[in-house]
Each structure stands twice: as C-alpha cells, then as structure tokens.
C-alpha cells in the first residue's frame, strides 16, 4: 500500500453522497425537475427513459424523504401527478451535486 502525503483521507468516501439522490432513476427524476420546474409523471418517465414501476417506485423514495412533493389531480377523469422538487430536495440535490464534483477534481495520482 502506498502512502499519500496529500490531505485527501477521506475524500472518496463513499458515504458523502446521500443515498437517497444516489440511484440512476432518482438521480435523473431529479436532473429532469430541476431543468423543468414541475412535471407530469408520463413527462418525467419520458424523459428519462423509464418504466412505469421503476419510476413510480423511486418518485415515492423522493417522496419519501421530502425531497419531491406530488400534486395529484384529474384531467378528463384521468389522474394526472404532477411532481415538484422541494426546497428540501433542491437544497438535497445541491449538496449531492457539489459532493459528487468534488469526487472528479481531487488529483488522481499514481494511477497506471
């Protein structure tokens, strides 16, 4: 094992990004909300790609943890979800943002 002289103990820990944003869906619900403002369950999955089941499943995680708020209402007799990122979920996503850049500007050294 070699030694580093740096101070960078620690900074790939794993355990520094909020598990809850750390999921491919989640992640990306969240990227598409951001850029969107608010948006209709068949926008998000859509948009992202995703089934039904996966999205329904990590939107109610978001939910969850506050992070999301969904508006439910109907359109036609249709349900229609709308979704918004909390002030707790934006604030969540910024900090999980700005932890996980922090991952890709530390120096990689010794790498072969």
Known sequence: MQETTDDTSGAYDYRKLDKVIHSRIRFAALCFLESAGEASFVDIRDGIRATDGNLSVHLRKLEAAGYVYCD?????????????????????????????????????????
């Open 72 to 112: 439910k209402t109907y359109s036609k007799r249709i349900p229609l979800s709308v979704y918004r990122i909390t002030d707790t979920g934006r604030k969540a996503f910024a900090g999980y943002r700005h932890r996980l850049g922090d991952f890709f500007t530390l120096p990689l050294k010794d790498i072969p």
